[in-house]
């Protein structure tokens, strides 16, 4: 089982990326998104059940990210948009074969796999 993140690069502020987890060997219930900005804890960024019925999005990024799947493709996407300078870090994939409810998404302890993160730079 792996998770592949990717789609990560450097972006001027206001631009968008998207980056894409891509769940090899099986398809799991629930993914999140978590980041890592240099000298700071990991954080979570937004998170969806595979089943769509529900996703949570950090304040942060409320209104300006998007997490969305393909499930032809087994694969999870995270829309950027309006991008700041304070969303540079390095974008982790994190996946678990429970069905997560709402409260628990943001929990990282929660989660059973992880992808390698794929780094963001926002230019200012």
């Known amino acids: 089982v792996q998770l592949q993140a990717s789609g990560g690069g450097l972006v001027q502020a206001g631009g968008s990326l998207r980056l894409s987890c891509a769940a090899s060997g099986r398809t799991f219930s629930t993914y999140g998104w978590f980041r890592q900005a240099p000298g700071k804890e990991r954080e979570f960024v937004a998170g969806?059940?595979?089943?769509?019925?529900?996703?949570r999005y950090a304040d942060s990024v409320k209104g300006r990210f998007t997490i969305s799947r393909d499930v032809a493709r087994n694969t999870v996407y995270l829309q950027m948009n309006s991008l700041k300078p304070e969303d540079t870090a390095v974008y982790y994939c994190a996946a678990d074969s429970r069905s997560l409810i709402w409260s628990t998404m943001a929990q990282q302890n929660v989660y059973d796999y992880w992808g390698r993160g794929t780094l963001v730079t926002v230019s200012s």
């Open positions: 969806v059940r595979w089943s769509g019925s529900t996703t």
